[in-house]
Structure formats: C-alpha cells, structure tokens
C-alpha cells in the first residue's frame, strides 16, 4: 500500500475512555487518526469531539486498516488477556510485513513477551507501552512507558512525544528497554499506587474515627498537605472528593459510597511477581490483601457485632502536634512505599536484562501519570547521581528525609494500633524499615527451625561452607 495524503497516519483500536482521549490528543497535535470500535456510536463520538476534524471513526477492521498510511502503525486499547490476542489474530491477516502493533493495555508482562516473540517472528514490529494517567491524562497529557522493538519506537518517538505530558520542557515518556519492561514498569507503577491509596484511606480513618474530625476539617488536611511537600495527583483528587455533594443533596458522595474496593489486577501481579524476584514489598502487599479484605462486607458486618470496640480512644495530646506527627508518618510511609517498587524494579531488571534507568522511569513518572508527587524529584535525582544505587532508602538525601520523618510515623502508628485503627499499610512500612535498617535479623532462628524439621542445612558466621546439625538425638523422635 502506498503512502497518499488522504490516509491517515496512526490507528487506535478500542474507542472507550482511554482510547478515544489519547486519539483526541494526537488530533491536537496533528496527527490524523482513525480508530476502530465494533460500536458504532464510539466512532461517532470521535469525529464529534474531533477538534479539528481529523480523525474518522470506524465499526468495520478491513476498511480501518486499509485507511492508514504504510507501513501501519496501530495501538490497541482493549481489556488485557484473550482479547488481545484475538485483536491480534484478527488483524494480522490485513497487515503487511514492517507494520508496527502497539499494546497499550494493562497486559501482564509475560503475555507481552510472548506476542514479542510470535510477532517478532512473522515479520511484524510490536511493543507494549504502560499508559498512565487516567482520562484527563490520555486527553492532555499522559505518563507513557514503551518497551520492546526499539526501532518501532522510534518510528512512533515524535507522536508519542508530542501527546506525553510535559514536566520543565521534558515530555514524560521514554524507551523504557527490551521486551516487555514496558509492561512490567506500568505493572510495578500501579503497585506503588495500590500503596499509596491504602495509604491515604488509613491516614482518613485516623482523622475521622480517631481525632474525630468532620468531612470539612478532613479536607481542610488532605489540601494543606497537597500544598507542601506532599503534594501529589492522588492527594490532590482526594481534597476533591472531600468537596464534592451530588446535585441536590447536602452531604458528601463520599459518605454514600460502599466500602468495598474492587481492583483489576495489576496489584496482585505486583506481589505475585515481587515474591519470584525476591524482592519484599510488604506496604504494596498489605494494600491490595486489604482491597481483598474489604470485599467481605457482610463478614465484616458480622465480626463488628462479635467483637464490639472496646479498645482506648486515640491517644492525641495536642492535635496539631498530632496533625504534624499524621504528616510525617504519611511521608515516611509514602517514601517506603516508592522505594520498595523502585527495588522491585532493580530486581527486575538484572533478572530480565531490561537494563533499566531508573531515574529516567523517576522523571517520566513526575507528570500525567496517578502516582506523580513531588517526592519524584528525590527519586530522580537519587538514581541521577548514583545509577548503581542498590537501594533508594541509602541515598544520603533520602536517609536525611526518612529520618527526620520516623518520629512522627513511630508516634502515629503505635497510637492507631493500641486505639484499635487499622493501620496496616502504615504498620508494614515502619516493620520493613526497621528490618532494613538491622544488620542481623532473627531468621537465624529461621533456618535453626529448618534444619531441626528438614535437614535443609544452614551457614554459620564467618566459617564457609553449609551445615546441618542433629539437634536432639534420634531416640528422642
């Protein structure tokens, strides 16, 4: 198929949310797209919100794909799994050798290193590319994570520039290494934001059932925080939250919603994976067994009346001593929780050769993307001076940073905890640290027991070589 003026230039198949709004982006930046939805009525959403008229909808494959310009360059936007593979299946037999696929889904990453593979093979370029930002961000500007065939991503460099969100000139997407790290970053990213909501809703469960604090007064601390250090995208849309009243009512929509949080999966992937890199990221575990926890509603309900609270009220003294306790636990918690992603992500990377840059994924997470905060900064510029760092938490501007913020997490957590607050994420943070910062754990005591029960050997202290003991005699037994 030969290039003429009246094809266009890129294709998006799957026009919901995500796809139509990065569509739209690149119509702004004049790019002309077609996209491809069974329903109609998506495609005929496109062309109307279509700012400058031009992108064109579709509900049939064969016309979309013949419409573009060659060699092709099409992104699919659809549910991770089965489907993606029959998108694939579907579309290969219309395109040619040379065609660049993009998965811009949330594909687990060994589904991505498999259609690498398979595609890689029969002649076709394909990468998968970690989109982050939610709506507004695929519409103005999102976080964007490509990885796999690099020469496809350099076809698509400028377009994917030109859409990403910008952060002092710097667009917030970058070749992220081979196969599927793209994936796996994003997968690793929305892990660390599992985290940081748990955080968030722990930190509104202390302000409201323990310093007993109206909706207003929550808010008022959610807005003073996102103002400071802390600020942050999930800081600022919860101070929106804490304003919002359904037209007509009176109240908060907050208060009206269930208490049962769903999820799609990509946390669960997180722990799952971090578990074969041995790679401890309890604060990220705990947030999504507790997502898990929260869908037991009816046990919840039932447990409530068995075990009435008759635990002490929240130990507070001065509340705005307190309040300052609250922010550096938060901090402190909030610092854990990235740098056990990003020690995740050093694992990943020696273990699949990604050969990550760490401060590159710090710098292009700081804009468009849900777990932008101002504390990427720090990450980036630990990562900058030190590319070698093994682990954030012993970079010299970071410990300062942590330690000045232990006090507080020390003091607001034992307070939750012998209140009865569920802290779990908060607890989990401060255990992590303290084992981190201890030069001899218990676990000799672990393998002791292993080698008692299972002859699984042990190594002593400064003697090489393994061992095993018979512990107690064998008539013993």
């Not at 929106?240 to 359904?246: L, Q, T």
């Not at 804009?367 to 990450?379: A, E, H, K, Q, V």
Request: aromatic content about 10%; glycine content about 10%; overall charge negative.
């Amino acid at each position: 198929m030969s290039d003429t003026t009246d094809k266009y230039d890129f294709g998006m198949i799957g026009l919901g949310t995500m796809g139509r709004n990065l569509l739209l982006n690149m119509g702004d930046h004049g790019v002309k797209g077609a996209g491809f939805d069974k329903d109609a009525s998506k495609g005929q959403l496109l062309e109307q919100e279509s700012t400058h008229k031009n992108l064109k909808g579709f509900s049939e494959v064969e016309p979309f794909v013949k419409s573009l310009k060659s060699p092709r360059a099409i992104m699919m936007l659809v549910p991770a799994g089965k489907i993606v593979d029959d998108v694939i299946a579907e579309l290969l037999p219309l395109l040619d050798k040379g065609d660049i696929l993009i998965d811009g889904g949330n594909s687990h990453f060994t589904d991505t290193n498999r259609r690498v593979d398979e595609l890689e093979a029969q002649g076709f370029h394909f990468f998968g590319m970690g989109i982050s930002g939610g709506e507004e961000g695929a519409r103005r500007g999102p976080s964007m994570m490509p990885g796999g065939d690099k020469d496809a991503y350099n076809v698509m460099k400028p377009i994917l520039e030109s859409i990403a969100a910008k952060v002092d000139g710097a667009p917030c997407v970058t070749y992220i290494g081979p196969g599927a790290s793209g994936h796996f970053v994003k997968m690793v990213h929305n892990g660390i934001e599992y985290g940081i909501m748990q955080l968030i809703a722990e930190t509104y469960e202390v302000l409201k059932t323990g310093l007993k604090l109206d909706n207003e007064a929550i808010g008022k601390v959610f807005t003073k925080w996102n103002d400071g250090r802390l600020s942050s995208f999930l800081l600022e849309i919860t101070k929106d939250i804490f304003h919002y009243k359904a037209p007509g009512t009176d109240h908060l929509l907050l208060d009206d919603i269930k208490d049962e949080a769903k999820a799609k999966g990509t946390g669960k992937w997180t722990s799952q994976v971090a578990m074969d890199l041995q790679a401890p990221i309890p604060s990220i575990d705990t947030a999504v067994s507790m997502r898990d926890l929260s869908k037991y509603k009816e046990m919840r309900l039932e447990a409530a009346k068995v075990y009435s609270k008759t635990a002490p009220k929240l130990d507070v003294g001065n509340t705005d001593e307190f309040l300052e306790a609250l922010e550096q636990a938060y901090y402190f918690s909030m610092v854990i929780t990235y740098a056990q992603g990003m020690f995740m992500l050093s694992n990943a990377s020696k273990e699949y050769q990604y050969d990550l840059h760490l401060d590159e994924i710090a710098k292009i997470w700081r804009g468009g993307c849900i777990i932008r905060s101002t504390f990427l900064n720090d990450i980036y510029n630990a990562y900058k001076s030190n590319a070698k760092l093994s682990h954030l938490l012993l970079d010299a501007g970071v410990e300062k940073l942590v330690s000045a913020a232990v006090p507080g997490a020390r003091k607001v957590i034992s307070s939750a905890i012998a209140a009865g607050i569920a802290v779990p994420s908060y607890a989990a943070s401060i255990s992590y640290f303290d084992n981190f910062r201890t030069g001899r754990m218990p676990s000799n005591l672990t393998q002791a027991q292993r080698d008692y029960f299972g002859a699984h050997t042990y190594e002593l202290v400064g003697k090489e070589g393994t061992f095993h003991t018979q512990w107690v005699p064998k008539s013993d037994h």
